[in-house]
Each structure stands twice: as C-alpha cells, then as structure tokens.
Nanobody, 124 residues
C-alpha cells in the first residue's frame, strides 16, 4: 500500500491550495482516507477524512470547517483536500493516511498506512 501526497507550497493568507493523495495497493472494500497535519512542536492533528465506499461520509475538524473540502475521484484512487481562505495557523506538514475496515480516521492511532508529508506554508 502506498499513499503519495502532493500539492503543498507557499501561499499568502486568504489564498487556496489543493492537496492530492494518490492511493495504490488498497484492495479492501471499506477504508477511510484522511488528512492530518503537524506543525512544528505540535502533535499530529486529524484535519479531514472520507470513507471509501461512496465518499458520502466525511469529517472536518472544527478549525477547518467551511474552508476545506475533501473529495475523491470516481475511481477512488485519488483523494483531494481543497483548502480555501488559508490562515497562517494552517501552516503545517500535511500527511494523507489510510485506515482499514473503517469509515473514519481522525486519530493518528487508528492509521494503518501513512503517506509522506507535503509542506503548506501560509504567510501573513
């Protein structure tokens, strides 16, 4: 199983970025893909997740509700995180992750597979 995250970068406050996570090798019928972030000196925080079967089950942390949108493509091999109205507090390394046999993954301890991180820097 591999998860490949991309799309990070430097953006001004109020700007937008779209992160992508390409998922390969997952053959289970039910799994969740989530986005986590970790700022320097802080723990890894669950940001958003989506359930694999139809993508209708989603979760957002309170800090990103109304600004971030998670989605998946029709083949469910790529999960996107559209981030709008970015704030300096959103600066972090963002990781995508997978949890098997689950509809939700918001706790890092529930993750079965991690992708590499992609850095998002929001300047004020």
């Amino acid at each position: 199983v591999q998860l490949q995250a991309s799309g990070g970068g430097l953006v001004q406050a109020g700007g937008s970025l779209r992160l992508s996570c390409v998922v390969t090798g997952l053959t289970f019928d039910k799994f969740a893909i989530g986005w986590f972030r970790q700022a320097p000196g802080k723990g890894r925080e669950g940001v958003s997740c989506i359930e694999s079967s139809d993508g209708s089950s989603t979760y957002y942390a309170d800090s990103v509700k109304g600004r971030f949108t998670i989605s998946s493509d029709s083949t469910e091999t790529t999960v996107y995180l559209q981030m709008n109205s970015l704030e300096p507090e959103d600066t972090s390394v963002y990781y995508c992750a997978a949890a098997l046999h689950s509809a939700i993954v918001i706790d890092a301890t529930d993750v079965d597979y991690w992708g590499q991180g992609t850095l998002v820097t929001v300047s004020s």
